[in-house]
């Protein structure tokens, strides 16, 4: 799993592979007090807000940049 921070605002999370996030969401609020380094090491908290989206094609030239998630998202990576 990996936080894909997108342009204009954009987080996700999800299984990426080339320019496919598949078991997508939008992370809408954060819910941390310590950023996104945070929510990639323990996985969403009490107060985050995800928006399942499934399966989404991204245009590679958008990512910002992208995190490995632990864990906490479900991951078997």
Do not use: Q
Not at 4 to 32: C, E, F, H, Y
Not at 35 to 49: D, F, Q, V
């Amino acid at each position: 799993m990996k936080i894909v921070v997108l342009t204009n605002g954009w987080v996700l999370v999800g299984k990426l592979d080339g320019d496919m996030l598949t078991d997508a969401s939008v992370i809408r609020r954060w819910g941390t007090s310590k950023g996104l380094g945070e929510l990639a090491n323990y996985g969403p908290l009490k107060e985050t807000i995800l928006d399942r989206l499934g399966t989404v094609v991204i245009e590679r030239s958008n990512v910002l940049f992208e995190i490995d998630c632990g864990h906490g998202f479900g991951s078997d990576d």
